[in-house]
């Protein structure tokens, strides 16, 4: 035994320090995810028997007009979320340099990651309330006749994903704020020299430098958008009629909410979601590995 | 998930606490929902007067936030069972009461006569026969108006239907809005549909459709529909209802931007904070459409039921029994601002709200206790959603019934 732990205390040691994180890991990520697959097979209401039901939750999905909905909004999310990132990168450029009371004015743009997004949610569906809303007034102003948002079935993933944004540009701004401070002042100092300025400078110096910051932050921005509940919740709750609902919320909606309890089919649209992301973090999976191995 | 957390370290104090009790007191553990001032209050004064009557039970309450309450329950009629519970009546108890989670107490109603007192709310406590808890108050439904307004426009009280949308011309001409809801929540959009499909096709009807025996295509809920856009398709409705809550369109009625509300009850109490009185506020029952049908009302009942996992179920029905009486419900829903559903039981005279509604439920057909409770679940949610999308656009009309009579496939 002994000798068995001196040989290998090299190999095992990783493993045994690994071993809580993995345990909970497994516990509260992996195992659930077969949970919610198996249990997407079944009529369920929570309360009573399970019946198999086989892929009838799934057939019912395809012919669902509010999945699709759902869906499409997905994608809106997913495209849209995604300016976070070059909107971050702007202003983070904008606030890297060194004025006096710089460190305020970096705070006061991080701040709205640091709010809660339901507080985020109700400070927006205020701004778009109509009669009293300052976004309402304002529009009521210039064109004579305001737009309730968040009740029109046109704009309202649109009003939702503003909101979202505005923390999400914070976060991503804060990231490449970090990674500016890692970029080389030689190499700049040396573009200079070669007369490299402006647009130039930026995308052939500065931004090569900062790939690892635009990763994270591509990755943090899609799983965002992906997951994004709570902001539909507390502004719309998926409304009107339907219309701003995303996946995750649906999937809510299906199995937890007021009238739902159909834990299949929520737990068919949770897999379906799960889906969807598997694909995105599949790849980022295989470009972090691919940047690993190269080095 | 936070409000039952709470409720569970609650339930589980609770527990810790009984168990160091004195011996010869019985305890009777009682989960509760009424989280608001008022029902709050009523139950105090209804746990306090139990326990006066019998000093060997110790009422042992857990307070839930009201909408927690409704997830809640799930999880503590499956993990940890108290002796009694509150819950609604009709279709919303049906999946607990096929599920066994709650108790026959068809015993209780044989025994203390309650067939007959609590006639009025027999049968939406009623599934199989039997009797599976028992209701301790109700509330109607209507149109609530402000006089003032109806003054200033120079209309009266509509009697029929017809008078009614011959009145929105005029409001709208006043710029003001006929009739005004708040549908961001769903829900007050359906009691409008209630009331238009009772009074186009009658009680039985509504029934039937909301059980899922009739089509949504079928041609007499396209009539309901078509009576619902004499009030969408001129623009008589509040035009952004759908971004509102049902609060900000009373606050429409009392600042005399609108006219008319279709509403339950407990509004009333939401007008008088926004300052209207017994002088400028006004209620009628919502007005015939087809002429000669017996008027059915929507009055939603609340009910306490003895889940199946109770560990003291001789006194949990003691106590059906004594919230079943005609003083108790007298006095309770005297805090409440609600009706007793014992047909012996008074309402306060002076309340002019109240003394309508009961006149107005007593003298009813039928009682509907409201969609989300008549309709499972699923269909609900579907109906609200279909209801609030026609009165955006009422063009789609027949694309929302085909997908509402999808759903009637899928959820019965």
């Known amino acids: 035994m002994q000798a068995y732990w001196k040989r290998s205390q090299r190999k095992l040691a990783p493993w045994l320090f690994l071993a809580p994180g993995l345990a909970m890991f497994a516990l509260y990520v992996i195992i659930p995810i077969f949970q919610s697959m198996a249990i997407s097979f079944y009529d369920w209401d929570g309360l009573g028997e399970k019946i198999w039901i086989g892929t009838a939750n799934y057939v019912e999905l395809i012919d669902d007009d509010a999945f699709y909905t759902s869906l499409k909004n997905n994608v809106i999310w997913l495209v849209l979320y995604l300016l976070a990132v070059p909107a971050g990168l702007m202003i983070a450029i904008f606030l890297n340099q060194t004025v006096w009371g710089i460190r305020a004015y970096k705070s006061l743009f991080f701040f709205p990651?640091?709010?809660?997004?339901?507080?985020?949610?109700?400070?927006?569906?205020?701004?778009?309330?109509?009669?009293?809303?300052?976004?309402?007034?304002?529009?009521?102003?210039?064109?004579?006749?305001?737009?309730?948002?968040?009740?029109?079935?046109?704009f309202v993933t649109y009003g939702i994903i503003v909101a979202g944004l505005w923390p999400q540009i914070a976060y991503v701004m804060i990231l490449y704020l970090t990674g500016l401070n890692n970029v080389a002042p030689d190499q700049v100092e040396a573009a200079r020299l070669d007369g490299a300025k402006g647009w130039r400078m930026l995308w052939y110096v500065i931004l090569p430098q900062l790939r690892p910051a635009t990763f994270i932050a591509v990755v943090v921005t899609v799983i965002g958008a992906l997951r994004s509940f709570d902001l539909v919740s507390i502004m719309t709750n998926g409304g009107p009629y339907g219309s701003s609902r995303v996946l995750s919320f649906y999937m809510y909606e299906q199995a937890l909410s007021e009238y739902g309890y159909r834990m299949g089919y929520g737990a068919a649209i949770a897999v379906v979601l799960f889906a969807i992301m598997m694909v995105f973090i599949s790849g980022f999976i295989w470009k972090m590995w691919r940047d690993e191995t190269e080095r | 998930m936070v409000h039952f957390k709470t409720g569970a370290l609650a339930l589980t104090a609770a527990l810790l606490m009984s168990g160091s009790a004195i011996a010869q007191q019985r305890t009777l553990v009682f989960n509760t929902d009424t989280s608001d001032p008022a029902p709050k209050a009523a139950f105090d004064q209804l746990i306090a007067d139990f326990e006066a009557e019998n000093p060997d039970v110790d009422v042992v309450v857990n307070m839930f936030d009201h909408e927690g309450y409704k997830?809640?329950?799930?999880?503590?009629?499956t993990a940890d069972s108290p002796d009694l519970a509150n819950w609604y009546a009709g279709n919303r108890m049906a999946p607990f009461v096929n599920a066994g989670q709650f108790q026959d107490v068809t015993d209780v109603w044989e025994a203390n006569g309650l067939g007959e007192a609590l006639g009025s709310a027999k049968a939406s406590m009623t599934i199989d026969g039997k009797q599976w808890g028992v209701p301790y108050?109700?509330?109607?439904?209507?149109?609530?108006?402000?006089?003032?307004?109806?003054?200033?426009?120079?209309?009266?009280?509509?009697?029929?239907?017809?008078?009614?949308?011959?009145?929105?011309?005029?409001?709208?001409?006043?710029?003001?809005?006929?009739?005004?809801?708040?549908?961001?929540?769903?829900?007050?959009?359906?009691?409008?549909?209630?009331?238009?499909?009772?009074?186009?096709?009658?009680?039985?009807?509504?029934?039937?459709?909301?059980?899922?025996?009739?089509?949504?295509?079928?041609?007499?809920?396209?009539?309901?529909?078509?009576?619902?856009?004499?009030?969408?398709?001129?623009?008589?409705?509040?035009?952004?209802?759908?971004?509102?809550?049902?609060?900000?369109?009373?606050?429409?009625?009392?600042?005399?931007?609108?006219?008319?509300?279709?509403?339950?009850?407990?509004?009333?109490?939401?007008?008088?904070?926004?300052?209207?009185?017994?002088?400028?506020?006004?209620?009628?029952?919502?007005?015939?459409?087809?002429?000669?049908?017996?008027?059915?009302?929507?009055?939603?009942?609340?009910?306490?039921?003895?889940?199946?996992?109770?560990?003291?179920?001789?006194?949990?029905?003691?106590?059906?029994?004594?919230?079943?009486?005609?003083?108790?419900?007298?006095?309770?829903?005297?805090?409440?601002?609600?009706?007793?559903?014992?047909?012996?039981?008074?309402?306060?005279?002076?309340?002019?709200?109240?003394?309508?509604?009961?006149?107005?439920?007593?003298?009813?057909?039928?009682?509907?206790?409201?969609?989300?409770?008549?309709?499972?679940?699923e269909m609900a949610k579907a109906g609200m959603e279909g209801f609030q999308e026609f009165m955006v656009h009422p063009d789609r009309l027949d694309a929302i019934l085909e997908r509402l009579e999808k759903v009637r496939a899928q959820a019965y």
């Not at chain 2, 997830?71 to 009629?77: D, E, G, H, Q, V």
């Not at chain 2, 419900?329 to 609600?338: P, Y």
Request: hydrophobic content about 45%.
């Open chain 1, 113 to 154: 990651f640091v709010i809660s997004q339901v507080v985020v949610g109700l400070m927006f569906s205020w701004f778009y309330a109509p009669n009293f809303g300052l976004f309402y007034k304002l529009i009521e102003t210039v064109t004579g006749d305001g737009v309730a948002i968040l009740a029109d079935e046109r």
């Open chain 2, 71 to 77: 997830t809640a329950i799930r999880n503590f009629l």
């Open chain 2, 137 to 377: 108050t109700y509330y109607q439904w209507g149109i609530y108006y402000n006089k003032d307004v109806y003054k200033a426009a120079g209309v009266t009280e509509p009697k029929t239907w017809d008078e009614f949308i011959a009145n929105c011309a005029v409001f709208k001409a006043a710029g003001i809005d006929c009739l005004t809801t708040g549908s961001s929540a769903l829900w007050p959009v359906a009691g409008i549909f209630d009331y238009l499909d009772m009074r186009t096709n009658g009680y039985e009807f509504h029934m039937d459709l909301t059980a899922g025996k009739i089509a949504w295509t079928d041609d007499r809920v396209k009539a309901v529909f078509a009576e619902w856009a004499k009030l969408v398709e001129p623009g008589y409705v509040t035009e952004n209802h759908a971004a509102i809550d049902w609060q900000d369109a009373a606050a429409l009625l009392v600042q005399g931007k609108a006219a008319n509300y279709v509403m339950g009850n407990f509004a009333v109490a939401t007008f008088k904070e926004g300052g209207m009185t017994n002088d400028n506020l006004g209620f009628m029952v919502f007005p015939e459409i087809t002429p000669g049908l017996p008027r059915a009302e929507e009055a939603p009942t609340d009910t306490i039921h003895i889940p199946a996992g109770a560990k003291n179920v001789a006194d949990a029905k003691l106590f059906l029994a004594f919230v079943a009486r005609a003083d108790v419900q007298t006095k309770m829903n005297g805090i409440l601002g609600q009706l007793p559903t014992n047909k012996n039981a008074t309402v306060d005279e002076t309340d002019p709200f109240l003394s309508a509604g009961f006149a107005e439920l007593s003298s009813a057909y039928a009682l509907a206790q409201f969609f989300d409770r008549d309709a499972p679940a």
